[in-house]
């Protein structure tokens, strides 16, 4: 009894192990997934931001090239229609929010709004740094709020020079809500967001409106005192987004309002900010449920099973036990006989081992479920008293026992797993004993059978159970997957060419779904919503393949799928 707890325990300990290891492993793969998704989508930001600072930034540069420009800048009012109108098709032309000129004492000249209500005309940005630093020689890119628009804006400005001395500026305005717009085409992803940080820690821009010119960082006095006196974001003062942040399995973690998020962080090259993105992994942890339970049912069915094989082997043993005690007293005249005799005992020990392995459950089960189905049919028979057709369902069930009897039987003539034994079959026999065995599914499931005209000279080398195996198996899986189609037509073709026989097996159902095809004949892989391991597919190509045949599967333009299994019907070489 002890020991029975102990073992129960062992088992236990052992499933809580797999369980956690199973979760970790699984969270991080997701958590490592995500982390790669917000690395991917900065640098698309980033190259897509920066190629359009760039472009933005050549404008001014451009500008204070222009010899009008400058004559302009240096006090020649005859071109101020010409320089207005100019500004204002540039800025239609490359997307800008605005482009003005300013004088030498920050006054606006020049403006491409020139004749809007809200015109930068009249108005002096002598105090904005992006005025003082590039008259100052500076080639700047600056971000503010607007005086007027009280819109978010990087400014881009370059002195005009006249005789190599400084006489105005020409200042470029793009609002950041673009490239916030743009970026929902650009980058469609759900469960993420980015922000744009500038380096005085306040968010620029951002998908979450809330985000905008605030800041993930506490500001001091001092510094809350420098940004007002800077007036960048005007009488803005950024507030605290709470925020807590720490690292698991090497990551780093943030949770924003109960929510949890993995970053990626990439500064811009025409831009003093960083641009941060950060995907949702909230519900990560709840994701490693599926794989706990297919964890968790994995590992019962192990214990099953090997508690199946440790009881049958607890019997061989006990039998083998009473043999070796019978076979000392009949050998007790002679010391070596004995040890023959030991030596037979652990013959039938490693003998057993071998049974045991040979998988006689998979082996007996489709044999096994026939039966069941005959039997059911009897007695509705025998109620019936059909005794005619009662009378063949019991021959049938008599061959699936012969059947069974004979699988069993294969197992006590080895003393290791059985190798596969190629001889030369008629394949319409062998096709007819597997519609024979499968018929009940095919009347349950209301399937027509064309009855495939073959020649009975069509040999090919197969080990005969094991085919017929894979037959019922495709034609039981080709039944199943008609439920529910109007037609439900099961027929065969086959195909000779270059001593190798094509079989196919063709049906009307629905088809195999296209993301099926790479896992189809994967073990454990089952397309079934409520039954079937996902073990016959893959079994039924490793006895194809022992036949140096091959199995595979593709859907029929007409609808429905073809499963084709070629073989060879001469023995092969390596078969002598």
Known sequence: MFSFSKNIITICLLLVLILVVTFWVGRAHDVEKATVQAQRQVTQLNDYIDTELARFSAIPQLLTYNQL???FANGDQAHYNAINNYLADIQQASGASDIFVLNAQGAVTASSNWQADYTFLGSNFAFRPYFKR??????VAYFALGMRSKERGIYFSQAVYHDNKAVGVVVLKVNVSKFEND????????????????SDKVIAMSDMQTWRLNSFSEFDIAKRRNIKLR????DHQPVYIEQFQYTSQGISHFKINKKLYVSATKPLRYFSARMHVLVDITKVNAAQLIRLFWAFSIYVLVIIVGYSLLARFAGYKKLVYSRHSLEQKVIELTQELEKTQVALVQSAKLATIGQLSAGINHEINQPLSAINTYLASAKRLLAKQNYTALSESITVVEGLVGRVHKIVGQLKHFSKPSQTQLRPYPLAGLLNNALMIASSQLKQ????VEQPNLDGGLIVWVDSLKFEQVLVNLITNASQAMNGAIIRKLSFNVECFDNRVKLSILDTGPGIEQ???GNIFEPFYSTKESNGLGLGLSISKQIIDSFNGSLSAHNRLQGGAEFIISLSSMQDKTDD
């Open 69 to 71: 420009m400058i004559e």
């Open 134 to 139: 590039a008259f100052a020689g500076e080639k």
């Open 183 to 198: 970026r929902e085409l650009l980058n469609t992803s759900k469960g993420s967001h980015f922000y744009l940080e500038l």
């Open 231 to 234: 007036r960048a974001y005007l």
């Open 445 to 448: 499931d209301n399937v027509h």
């Open 515 to 517: 993301h099926a095809f």
